[in-house]
């Protein structure tokens, strides 16, 4: 009687229709969670997309080349003597997207009326734009150090504190290699805000030769690789580790360098997994008090059936296909919505211009994009599913317990 899965399936629709608004609500519960949850976590994997990669790209990379003692000492004689024998190695590493050679120096800054400690970042202004896309990064001026190399980029918040604007001009004073006091002027070419605060507060980004020149040394401070997958840095890692040689060269990754950065990805990882729990407990509480409802309204229908010779697990399978009717429309409407949601907010953003100071504080830019990963539909998706079987559990076993006979009596 109830063998064909068609006939299953048009009883649920039937009992469905029945009760349509109630359908309608709990189905409707399920799809509004899903956007919301789906929506939040796209755009808080978006943001630490972005505070990542801003940090590795102008910063570290995903991994970072250095002399042993520079971290400890930052002094510049402390550097990379022979940067080609590493370079030769990285130019065969398929893992490796772009690599780049950097001087790092601190030295004093002066204007006329004010001073401050600055970060003087040797790098070549080509590289730099494959490598870390530093020149969608201005916010005034030009990309360019001038034919002479007596140009200078300067981070937004160090330009704001010293009273310079572009063309204006100012003294690098700073040690060289053998700790003697060198002195240079620079002119502001183009102001630049990348969301590292390294770079923004007290950054001035030089010429690399010229650098080079003025402090006398013939190496650099770091090589920054990035990788074309982060989660490749350990194995490279691993591997450049033990094809070089030197005991003066250490290799660092991102997350050693930034552990602050590894523990949000981390935290967003134990998010996504709450969020699937919260949509696993609210599916389940829905769809059990619909279910339960439903059997408890339906207890003389069924035990007339079962009167009749019906198998229990025939009426099982009927109220499962209604519970799943509902939830998977829920989850396939939230699931368009959310997906439709994320996909706009992937690529125009969430602009969010008027709060782009405090953003910067943390890394972030003021215009956020959305991420879209395959995980968050499919563990939603699972986590319907198994609510739907765990919260029409508790009301069939309640109806397997009555009598059949007793449930139409109770009734008559």
């Known amino acids: 009687m109830f063998s064909s899965t068609k006939l299953h399936f048009k009883m649920a629709l039937l009992q469905i229709k029945r009760r349509k608004r109630r359908a309608v609500l709990i189905a409707l519960m399920i799809s509004l969670s899903l956007v919301g949850l789906l929506f939040m976590e796209g755009m808080y994997d978006g943001m630490m997309v972005q505070i990542t990669q801003n940090s590795i790209k102008t910063g570290s990379g995903t991994l970072s080349v250095e002399h042993k003692n520079f971290r400890s000492d930052n002094n510049i004689k402390y550097n990379i003597q022979n940067p080609d024998n590493i370079t030769k190695l990285l130019d065969h590493k398929e893992e490796i997207s772009s690599y780049v050679l950097r001087i790092s120096q601190r030295g004093l800054i002066a204007t006329a009326g004010y001073s401050k400690g600055v970060n003087v970042i040797g790098v070549d202004l080509t590289k730099e734009e494959e490598h870390a896309d530093l020149k969608n990064f201005l916010t005034k001026g030009e990309y360019t150090f001038d034919k002479r190399s007596r140009g200078a980029i300067i981070g937004y918040r160090l330009a704001r504190k010293l009273k310079v604007d572009v063309g204006k001009k100012v003294i690098i004073t700073m040690q060289d290699n053998t700790n003697e006091v060198v002195s240079a002027a620079f002119k502001i070419r183009a102001i630049i805000k990348t969301n590292n605060m390294n770079i923004d507060e007290y950054g001035l980004l030089v010429d690399m030769k010229r650098l080079q020149a003025l402090t006398g040394i013939n ?22 580790r033990s094809e070089i040689l030197d005991e003066q060269i250490v290799i660092y990754s991102y997350k050693e360098l930034y552990p602050s950065l590894h523990e949000s990805e981390m935290m967003m990882q134990t998010y996504n997994k709450i969020s699937t ?136």
């Open 277 to 412: 729990i919260f949509i696993f407990v609210v599916a389940s509480l829905g769809i059990f008090g619909v279910v339960m409802v439903s059997v408890l309204e339906r207890v003389r229908e069924f035990g007339i059936m079962m009167a009749i010779g019906t198998e229990f697990k025939e009426i099982v399978r009927l109220v499962m296909y209604e519970s799943l009717l509902i939830t998977m429309s829920g989850y396939i409407i939230g699931a368009l919505l959310g997906g439709s949601l994320l996909w706009y907010f992937k690529e125009y953003g969430l602009n969010l211009s008027g709060f782009s100071d405090a953003f910067a504080i943390f890394g972030m830019d003021s215009n956020i994009y959305a991420v879209m990963k395959e995980e968050y539909f499919t563990n939603s998706f699972i986590s319907v599913l198994l609510a739907t079987l765990v919260a029409t559990l508790i009301p069939l076993i309640t109806l397997k317990r009555r009598n059949p006979i007793k449930s139409i009596n109770e009734q008559t």
């Open 219 to 240: 190496g650099v401070t770091q090589i920054s690789i990035l990788l074309h997958k982060r989660n490749l840095d350990a194995s490279v890692l691993h591997e450049l």
